[in-house]
């Protein structure tokens, strides 16, 4: 009788307990949600890692570009080095805040042939090669090395400081090159390849994207320099200076030039000047040993809101033209004060760095076809640059 009697407890305490759990799990049931199906959906599998987007592949245009891109080897001689020395000991009190000589003084022991490396890009088949000035300005003995490690010697064929750009040439014949790209149709945001030889790290490919255009950032000496770079955040360090910037496609976009740093390594900024300026320059020392630019005869300076609302004008970007040079080429084509920039061989004008690419890349005698705004309303014109005198 105690046995059944202990069944019957059991049973009862084990349909209690199942009675609780079917009411508790009753009560954690989502409320239905109106309106929806009832079918079952997929259910996602947690395991699967997510898909990576990677938008290019530049193995295409690496392989194009590294070829093309050598390194240089640039030295000052013995015989060059004591003459800047003997030059240096004649003024024996510089003004150190405007000669570099200072630096290069006995006080500092600087007195030793300078040297560096750098980069460049192979133009020609036939062995000329795109670089910076500012890599060679220094040399008289230069020693190309190529991709493949034929080292070779190179001549300074002409270089435009106001630019920063040199060509050099080699005796070489069926060497690989670049194709330009027009750098006028590039975008931010687009994606580039930085190749050169960073850090004595020959033949390096990094990759970033345009981050501005028509970049001035005041780095080139001289009465009339031409700034207008392209900005990007493919690393560059020292060394990468005249080695190739290229699109996705290895199509030359640029050549690398300068980086913004506190401390002389990348810090995320880098800049390359346009391709459309470079080629015009070049063209012309490969052909001429100078290049003779022409200028348009014209103070400039960017517009701004506030004379944008004195001239009544609609517009708040553009080149102003501030004055005119006496004789220039801008005066006898009938450019007038006040006239705004807008437009310059068919490319718009929103910078004064915008014009100077433009027009940097032309030389005297060929015509530039302006598109100015003259108290609201376009006129067009067409300029035939002289050489500054």
């Known amino acids: 009788m105690k046995q059944v009697f202990s069944f019957v407890i059991a049973g009862m305490i084990g349909g209690i307990i199942t009675l609780g759990g079917y009411l508790a799990l009753q009560g954690s049931q989502p409320e239905p949600i109106i309106g929806t199906s009832s079918y079952a959906k997929q259910v996602n599998n947690v395991n699967v890692g997510p898909t990576l987007n990677t938008p290019f592949d530049f193995t295409a245009a690496a392989e194009l570009a590294t070829p093309a891109v050598v390194h240089i080897s640039a030295k000052e001689s013995e015989k060059k080095a004591r003459e800047n020395r003997q030059r240096q000991q004649r003024q024996p009190w510089p003004n150190i805040f405007e000669d570099d000589a200072f630096l290069q003084s006995p006080f500092f022991n600087f007195n030793q042939p300078r040297q560096g490396t750098g980069s460049g890009v192979i133009y020609t088949e036939n062995g000329y090669i795109i670089t910076n000035n500012h890599v060679v300005e220094f040399a008289d003995e230069v020693v190309v090395t190529t991709f493949d490690n034929r080292k070779f010697k190179a001549t300074i064929v002409g270089t435009y400081p106001e630019s920063d750009i040199a060509v050099l040439k080699i005796e070489a014949k069926n ?6 790209t ?6 931010v945001g687009e994606w580039v390849l930085a190749v050169g030889n ?13 981050s501005a ?6 780095i080139i000496k001289g009465k009339t320099p031409i ?6 955040d493919a690393v560059v360090n020292p060394g990468n200076s005249g080695g190739a910037l290229v699109d996705i496609s290895g199509r030359l976009l640029g050549i690398n030039t300068a980086i913004a740093t506190q401390t002389g390594f990348f810090e995320g900024y880098s800049f390359a000047i346009p391709i459309n300026l470079v080629v015009g320059i070049v063209n012309d020392i490969i052909e001429n040993g100078t290049y003779q630019r022409g200028f348009l005869g014209i103070n400039i300076a960017d517009l701004d809101n506030d004379t944008a609302n004195e001239l009544g004008l609609n517009i708040s970007q553009g080149v102003l033209v501030e004055s005119l ?3 220039g080429a801008a005066q006898y084509a009938g450019v007038l004060p006040n006239d705004v920039i807008v437009q310059a061989n ?3 004008v929103k910078s004064t760095a915008d014009l100077l690419e433009v027009v940097g890349g032309v030389r005297a005698g060929e015509t530039v076809s302006l598109v100015v705004n003259r ?14 005198n």
């Open 175 to 180: 060497l690989q090159t670049l194709r330009p």
């Open 182 to 187: 027009n750098s006028d149709e590039a975008k």
């Open 198 to 210: 960073p850090l004595e790290l020959k033949s390096t490919v990094t990759a970033g994207i345009i």
């Open 213 to 218: 255009k028509g970049r001035d950032i005041n």
């Open 227 to 232: 700034e207008s770079f392209i900005q990007t």
């Open 325 to 327: 040079i006496d004789g």
């Open 346 to 348: 068919g490319k718009k």
């Open 375 to 388: 108290t609201g309303k376009q006129e067009d014109i067409s300029v035939r640059l002289k050489a500054n």
